[in-house]
Every structure is written in C-alpha cells, then in structure tokens.
C-alpha cells in the first residue's frame, strides 16, 4: 500500500508545521503544542472542518504548533493536504 503523504509549514515562531498522511478510515490526529491546553479544542475543531470540506476520512495529521492562529492553521492544513492529494 502506497501511503500518501505531505507537508506543510515551518517549526518557527508564529507557525505551524503540518504533516499529512493520508491513510486508513479514520481522522488521527497529534497536536505538539505548549498552547494545547488553551487552544486545544479550538484546533482539534479547526482540523475536523478542514477535514470535512475535503472530504477526508482517514489521515494521520501531525500538528507542530508554535503559536499559530487559527487561519494559519486551517490553510497549513489545507494546502498538506493538497499536496498529499497531488501525490496520488
């Protein structure tokens, strides 16, 4: 099985580092962040609409987080999974 997969962003300040793999049946997701107590929830939200607009239903989605607002995120997580749909 040939497991696509992309990324998208930097680990800087600001920023936000997102890997996608696209795989599986379900929505995995792993957030590194020192505001996910804060923002935890918010992101995890962010990534279920992203998700849902594209239609995914299984992925690994890997979330560097350095402080990143909400709009960075969601267009991070796009364009990964963009790119990961190109890789097909």
Do not use: H, P, Q, W
Not at 6 to 20: F, H, L, P, Y
Not at 34 to 61: L, Q
Request: glycine letters at 6%.
């Amino acid at each position: 099985m040939n497991v696509k997969s992309a990324t998208c962003g930097e680990k800087k300040k600001e920023d936000a580092k997102i890997t996608v793999k696209l795989t599986g049946t379900e929505i995995k997701m792993k957030l590194l962040s020192k505001n996910t107590d804060m923002f935890g929830i918010y992101i995890e939200k962010a990534v279920k609409e992203v998700c849902e607009s594209y239609r995914i239903k299984g992925a690994e989605i890997l979330i560097e987080d350095e402080g990143a607002l909400d709009f960075a995120i969601r267009a991070r997580l796009a364009t990964a999974i963009e790119r990961a749909i190109e890789n097909e």
